[in-house]
T-cell receptor, first 113, second 113 residues
Framework: KAGVTQTPRYLIKTRGQQVTLSCSPISGHRSVSWYQQTPGQGLQFLFEYFSETQRNKGNFPGRFSGRQFSNSRSEMNVSTLELGDSALYLC????????????FGPGTRLTVL | GQQLNQSPQSMFIQEGEDVSMNCTSSSIFNTWLWYKQDPGEGPVLLIALYKAGELTSNGRLTAQFGITRKDSFLNISASIPSDVGIYFCAGQLGDTGRRALTFGSGTRLQVQP
């Protein structure tokens, strides 16, 4: 069974630009969650999508948004990039039930110059 | 928001030694998870704990869900060089509106052959 895939693996952008990251969950999983990992703040939850609807949201500004498609694939968008947005962005997929387990992809390393 | 205190921050041990790390929280969780992350990769699930007091093993790894639901520990027995990496604990409340994982700051493990 294929794992969670994320594209691209690496991105370099400049301040003010926007970026879109993609995540394909494990087959059969309907929930996709996004996390940001930085050396200073560690792993922080951004949001969760389930059946094309945002179900949970972390404490990030509105520049961070996402969506989910009918095939459960998800995209995350960051607009007006700031230097502090440089991070490893991880997505995790799961069935979306109460006690299921989230499985992480390899992440997208975003560098903002 | 909720914070997880994970200790120790780092460990340098000899191959064959046992390792213990733990996480404590100011709030309760319904699920405790332990992940391992290698450089440039996403976290990989090691053990999931769903019930207070539960003790679960996965090969040389053993983890326990504290009875107060505010703590968990992970033990690694007879460490080997491939155990090198960063270990994260994560807590989750788990019901539909609270599925975000809250992560500890990680324990960096180095194993001397």
């Amino acid at each position: 069974k294929a794992g969670v895939t994320q594209t691209p693996r690496y991105l370099i952008k400049t301040r003010g630009q926007q970026v879109t990251l993609s995540c394909s969950p494990i087959s059969g999983h309907r929930s996709v969650s996004w996390y940001q990992q930085t050396p200073g703040q560690g792993l922080q939850f951004l949001f969760e999508y389930f059946s094309e609807t945002q179900r949970n949201k972390g404490n990030f500004p509105g520049r961070f948004s996402g969506r989910q498609f009918s095939n459960s694939r998800s995209e995350m968008n960051v607009s007006t990039l700031e230097l502090g947005d440089s991070a490893l962005y991880l997505c995790a997929s799961s069935f979306g039930t109460v006690r299921d387990t989230q499985y992480f992809g390899p992440g997208t390393r975003l560098t903002v110059l | 928001g909720q914070q997880l205190n994970q200790s120790p921050q780092s460990m340098f041990i000899q191959e064959g030694e046992d390792v213990s790390m733990n996480c404590t929280s100011s709030s309760i969780f319904n699920t405790w998870l332990w992940y391992k992350q290698d450089p440039g990769e996403g976290p990989v699930l090691l053990i999931a704990l769903y019930k207070a007091g539960e003790l679960t093993s996965n090969g040389r790894l053993t983890a326990q869900f504290g009875i107060t639901r505010k703590d968990s520990f992970l033990n690694i027995s007879a460490s080997i060089p491939s155990d090198v990496g960063i270990y994260f604990c994560a807590g989750q409340l788990g019901d539909t509106g609270r599925r975000a994982l809250t992560f500890g700051s990680g324990t960096r493990l180095q194993v001397q052959p």
